[in-house]
């Protein structure tokens, strides 16, 4: 009775928080269905780290025996130290992805550069607000909308807020079909947003599927170096599914293997969401920062769409450049909606597809770059 008297008053007021922010994550993972399998495994981390004297982390017990948590374990051995779950992760994501609608209409790649401008904005607006240069693009990869390039440059950065990011990247991805529609609505007229675009798929040969993410990987690895990991992984997942005879291992690495990284990543960023680390008024303005982001990547592809019409005879539907941000397959079924919305026969899927796909490429490069420059300007 004693013991659990001295557990119960070792509980802080931060402690208590956050068992309420992990019971909000579990309850929008199970009861809202947002990324059930990233924010159920970090709601429910997020309490057992918190825990008086929690056995998932390591500490000293009486008489000086070391007792090693397996929570601490797995973020100083599988992110800490390699980075290891969130580029592993790449290679499940890269099987599960088609680039088919990219390739049938490529001037969609553009939509994937178009559409980080929210990364840049936000790690200067950061800036503004008195984060230093490395965490100030730590959180500005929110606006990734990638959850595993989040961790990786938060972590590469050894960013003090890695769990308020990670919580954000995830939450924010989750949430697409809230901040996308807002956004878009922002910036656009119901006539430009029912503007139709007929899809015309061309045969993309197995050849070109094979040598895409070869020929990408090369590229990117020439233009920016540090998101070879990323990058690399990604396009070995795919070349595992478009090579024709590595079908088991494919949908291995789409489901089995897809699924274990992910809820050990989940549980494993716990680890930086200790109370001590996470309850400060500059995890509320991480979050604000990473909405920034979020919605300003979504107009900036909207804005450069919108200049490309300009000169088009063709023009596009600017709603199809917030696509290019790397929430797949989720802001693709977002301009779909909206456009559905407009107009019942207008049907903006696979453009949308195509440019999504696109930000898959998009944000590992983009967090490359950040983790190429950044360094260049705090020597």
Known sequence: M??????????????????????????????????????????????????????????????????????????????????????????????????????????MMIFGAAAQFGIFFTIALACLFGFDLKDAASIGII????????????????????????????????????IQPFAIKLVTTQKERSIRMPYN?????????????????????LIAPMSVSLVGFLMFGNLLRECGCLNSLSQTAQNEFANIITLLLGITISFSM???????????????????????????????AKLMNL???EKINPMIGAAGISAFPMSARVIQKLA??????????MHAIGANVSGQIGSVIAGGIILYLIPQFVK
């Open 201 to 221: 798929p061309r045969n993309i040969s197995k050849l070109t599927r094979i040598l895409f993410p070869i020929i990408v990987t090369i590229i990117a690895g």
């Open 311 to 313: 000169f088009l005879k």
């Open 2 to 107: 004693e013991f659990l008297l001295s557990g119960i008053l070792a509980i802080t007021w931060q402690q208590v928080i956050m068992y309420c922010i992990g019971g909000l994550l579990i309850y929008l993972a199970i009861g809202k269905g947002f990324e059930p399998a990233l924010l159920m495994p970090m709601g429910f981390g997020a309490i057992l780290v918190n825990l008086p004297l929690s056995g998932v982390l390591d500490q000293i017990l009486e008489g000086g025996i070391e007792s090693h948590g397996i929570i601490q374990w797995l973020f100083e051995t599988t992110i800490e130290s390699s980075e290891a779950l969130p580029i592993l992760l790449f290679i499940g994501i890269g099987a599960m992805i088609d680039f088919g609608p990219l390739l049938s209409n490529p001037k």
């Open 143 to 178: 606006g990734a909308a990638d959850g595993p390039t989040s961790i990786m440059v938060s972590q590469i950065f050894d960013s003090k807020y890695m769990g308020a990011i990670a919580v954000a990247a995830y939450s924010y991805m989750a949430l697409v079909p809230i």
């Open 274 to 304: 200790q109370a001590e680390n996470f309850v400060r008024f500059e995890t509320f303005l991480i979050m604000l920062l990473g909405l920034v982001a979020f919605i300003f990547d979504s107009i900036g592809g909207v804005l450069f």
């Open 340 to 349: 559905m919305a407009e107009d019942k026969q207008n049907h903006l899927l």
